[in-house]
């Protein structure tokens, strides 16, 4: 890979941000590699001994890397210890024993293999979140904080992990996921940026908003599944490659357009997964005649067949394995939680609606026509009889700006605390 004066795009954006968290200026985060991103490059260069050129070349990718997992390597050297080490990294002495489970910080010895987390946040919340960078995310997450449970749970139609992340160990099982919808990636560095900041808090054993994380670490199990549509992701925010299967047909399906940034809800084949769960799918297929809809497309197409698509069979395979109190969908936009279907959910429901819709400021509502078949929720409940919801964050047309991330988080973080113990 190589990103010099005139490269574009989400990677030239992560790393713009990036260079911001370490001390440099490369002016605005737009994704557009002009001079200020070069006069920050070459600085970079010259503070790592790199060849100042402002090109990023392997070797100066290779720096930046480090920082963007969030984590180094470390070889303890002759007269190491864990506060020489923490504040060459520009860490804490905390941040590394919780990425070392077992050592002894009196005893290092020479040629120790250590992780050393940087002193700067992993999860970036003001960038294009593609599936590269979760992936990245995770495994930075995961290097962070080793103890914590990572898996996957299917592939999606182009093979991409469904990652999910469990907080906790207790027998409390909720489920929490996000990005059903192409268009609505905002809410998967929402779940991410919770899992961060929930793993900092617990390890340094501070209470967050109140709730005390030692307790809901030994007596529920969040279960997170940040990014249900990957392949959908990555082609709102990365544009369509020639080399992609499904090309030619995909240009058909939008309609002759091969701008997918401001329309595309559905995965790769077309078929909007929130509309292909069996929980009165018929009816749904029934209702897209009148809208226009017959076949794949960018929206509302509910597939040939409920769970014909390996994100939604992935979904209700992990949910069959498990035993979920409630579960949380997460979606754009509205500033509205959804809590029934078909006059199914119980009194008790309505009242745990009604403690989310205090905690968040947004309203607690009911979904009407199409919009109320065949959406994970809907499924939840129909075949459970237990609490499920859907989240509509943000205000405004999808896809929401990534300015409105911080009033999205300081919205619902309680809510994703509750929803653990409630």
């Known amino acids: ?3 010099k004066i005139g490269s574009k795009g989400t990677v030239v954006k992560e790393i713009q941000s990036l260079l911001v968290q370490i001390g440099y200026n490369p002016g605005p985060i737009d994704g557009y590699y002009g001079t200020k991103t070069f006069k920050a490059v070459r600085s970079f260069q010259k503070d790592n001994n790199l060849t100042p050129d402002g090109i990023i070349g392997p070797n100066t990718y290779t720096v930046l890397e480090k920082f963007l997992k969030g984590y180094d390597i470390y ?8 506060w020489k080490i923490a504040r060459n990294y520009y860490t804490t002495v905390g941040k590394i024993i919780a990425a070392n489970p077992g050592i002894d910080p009196d005893n290092l010895y020479i040629g120790q293999r250590l992780t050393i987390p940087y002193g700067i946040d992993l999860i970036d919340t003001k960038i294009d979140y593609t599936y590269e960078i979760l992936k990245r995310d995770i495994e930075g997450l995961k290097a962070r904080y080793p103890f914590i449970e990572v898996g996957v749970v299917g592939k999606s139609v182009l093979g991409k992990n469904l990652y999910y992340i469990r907080l906790g160990t207790g027998k409390n099982e909720v489920f929490y996921n996000a990005a059903h919808h192409a268009l609505e990636w905002i809410t998967s560095p929402l779940l991410m940026k919770f899992t961060e900041n929930f793993l900092k808090s617990y390890t340094d054993g501070k209470i967050l908003r109140g709730y005390n994380l030692d307790q809901i670490w030994k007596e529920s199990s ?15 925010l990365n544009g369509l490659d020639p080399s992609f299967p499904y090309y ?14 401001k329309v595309w809800q559905a995965n790769i084949r077309g078929v909007d997964l929130n509309h292909n769960y069996p929980a009165k ?3 749904g297929k029934e209702a897209e005649e009148a809208l226009g809809i017959y076949g794949p497309g960018p929206t509302r197409y509910s597939g040939p067949a409920p769970l014909s698509e390996p994100e939604t069979q992935a979904v209700v395979n992990f ?11 997460y979606h754009s936009q509205g500033q509205e939680i959804y809590w029934d279907f078909e006059n199914m959910a119980s009194a008790e429901a309505r009242k745990i609606g ?3 819709a205090k905690a968040t400021g947004y309203e607690l509502a009911q979904t009407y026509g199409i919009t109320s078949y065949s959406g994970f929720k809907d499924w939840f409940i129909l075949e459970y009889r237990k609490p499920g919801y859907t989240f509509e964050v943000g205000l405004g047309k999808n896809p929401l700006p990534i300015e409105q991330f911080p009033m999205i988080y300081q919205n619902n973080e309680e809510a994703l605390l509750l929803a653990s113990i409630i």
């Not at 969040?222 to 709102?236: Q, T």
Request: proline share 4%; net charge neutral.
């Open 281 to 283: 799918w018929q009816e």
């Open 248 to 261: 030619n047909n995909l240009i058909k399906w939008n309609k002759g357009s091969k701008d997918f940034s």
């Open 354 to 356: 009604e403690a989310f």
């Open 319 to 329: 949910v069959k394995q498990h035993d979920f109190r409630l579960t949380l969908a």
């Open 75 to 82: 070889y303890v050297q002759k007269g190491d210890t864990l």
């Open 222 to 236: 969040i279960y997170i599944m940040p990014m249900v549509n990957p392949d959908g992701v990555n082609l709102v």
């Open 1 to 3: 890979m190589i990103l």
